[in-house]
């Protein structure tokens, strides 16, 4: 599984960015796809998942209200809608997949559940 990020950039606090992330390969065998980021210095955290084939997103406390995660299975594309950015939100975005749904929820949803990644895009806020 191939998966490939885009959209990042820079934007003002309040303002919104969309990131998008395209995966190829052996999709058909997904259960869970998410949404990591890491700031200079920090650990890499988790922002939210889709378990596949259910329609409710699951966010992490920093992020719920505000980013809103989509799919499109017919172009396969993942995707991270951002509003009410913040500076706190500055990082290094990543797209994650995983073959298993056990990542996919709550206490779980950790990095080392996931064994596929992008390179990731840049979302800078100031």
């Known amino acids: 599984v191939q998966l490939v990020e885009s959209g990042g950039g820079s934007m003002q606090a309040g303002g919104s960015l969309r990131l998008s992330c395209a995966a190829s390969?052996?999709?058909?065998?997904?259960?869970?796809v998410g949404w990591f980021r890491q700031a200079p210095g920090k650990e890499r955290e988790g922002v939210g998942t889709?378990?596949?084939?259910?329609?409710?997103?699951y966010y992490v406390d920093s992020v719920k209200g505000r980013f809103t995660i989509s799919q499109d299975n017919a172009k396969n594309m993942l995707n991270l809608q951002m509003t009410s950015l913040k500076p706190e939100d500055t990082a290094m975005y990543y797209c994650?997949?995983?073959?298993?749904?056990?990542?996919?929820?709550?206490?779980?949803?950790?990095?080392?559940?996931?064994?596929?990644w992008g390179h990731g895009t840049q979302v800078t806020v100031s």
């Open positions: 390969g052996n999709t058909d065998s997904l259960k869970c």
């Open positions: 889709i378990y596949l084939g259910s329609s409710k997103p």
């Open positions: 994650a997949a995983a073959f298993s749904g056990f990542g996919c929820f709550g206490e779980e949803f950790k990095k080392e559940r996931f064994g596929f």
